[in-house]
């Protein structure tokens, strides 16, 4: 079972960048895609991004895309999430997410999630 624990949330204001961290503790890391999922309060938690395993391909949320960069660094066995111009509606609780089949394109390809990290947007 992996575990996966997530850092770098917080509180700012509309157009400002934050750079999600995610631990992965899994010596198979390099196997699995990865991905970030994110629930807003009395929403269904919705997928933002997935990165294949080795990060070749990515896939964003048309909501996200051309704002939010998925990497990873497979030494470190990290993974992260840039977002720039962030937006009020960005504003949700972040997770981390593996998928050990290295699918990485929609919300049901992912197996395990880590605790979240709150990211909050004020205008």
């Known amino acids: 079972q992996v575990q996966l624990v997530e850092s770098g949330g917080g509180l700012v204001q509309t157009g400002a960048s934050l750079k999600l961290s995610c631990a992965v503790a899994?010596?198979?890391?390099?196997?699995?895609?990865m991905g970030w999922l994110r629930q807003a309060p009395g929403k269904e938690r919705e997928f933002v991004a997935g990165?294949?395993?080795?990060?070749?391909?990515?896939n964003y949320a048309d909501s996200v895309k051309g704002r939010f960069t998925i990497s990873r660094d497979d030494a470190k066995n990290m993974l992260y999430l840039q977002m720039n111009n962030l937006r009020s509606e960005d504003t949700a609780a972040y997770f981390c997410?593996?998928?050990?089949?290295?699918?990485?394109?929609?919300?049901?390809?992912?197996?395990?999630w880590g605790q979240g990290t709150q990211v909050t947007v004020s205008s």
């Open positions: 997410a593996a998928s050990p089949s290295g699918r990485y394109r929609r919300l049901a390809d992912f197996e395990t």
């Open positions: 899994k010596y198979t890391f390099d196997r699995y895609a």
């Open positions: 990165l294949s395993p080795v990060g070749t391909y990515t």
